[in-house]
Nanobody, 122 residues
């Protein structure tokens, strides 16, 4: 069974920075696309940023220029560096990863973390 564990959320003032981390654990043969989503109260979950195994990235328009996604394939870890945070960035941030896991035969699965709260005060 694969688990994604996020860390790094918290309370920050507008204009501040946070770095989120997400580690995948379990019997992992490989990871595919990894990414970060967020969900504010009363809204749908939305993509913040994604990154392929080869390092190709995509960002939500609202976050471009303020966030950087990166990954360490050897550690099955994805990071999200967020700068110039705004109050409207307040949300629960979720890690996502496509993971190849299992034994004796590995299969691909979609996996989500439990979420980490990011609160930006004005």
């Amino acid at each position: 069974q694969v688990q994604l564990v996020e860390s790094g959320g918290g309370l920050v003032q507008a204009g501040g920075s946070l770095r989120l981390s997400c580690v995948a654990s379990g019997i992992i043969a490989g990871t595919g696309v990894m990414g970060w989503y967020r969900q504010a109260p009363g809204t749908e979950r939305e993509l913040v940023a994604g990154i392929t195994t080869g390092g190709r990235t995509n960002y939500a328009d609202s976050m471009k220029g303020r966030v950087t996604i990166s990954r360490d394939n050897a550690k099955s870890t994805v990071y999200l560096q967020m700068n110039s945070l705004k109050p409207e960035d307040t949300a629960v941030y979720y890690c996502y990863a496509a993971v190849l896991s299992g034994a004796p035969r590995s299969t691909w699965s979609d996996n989500w973390g439990q979420g980490t709260q990011v609160t930006v005060s004005s």
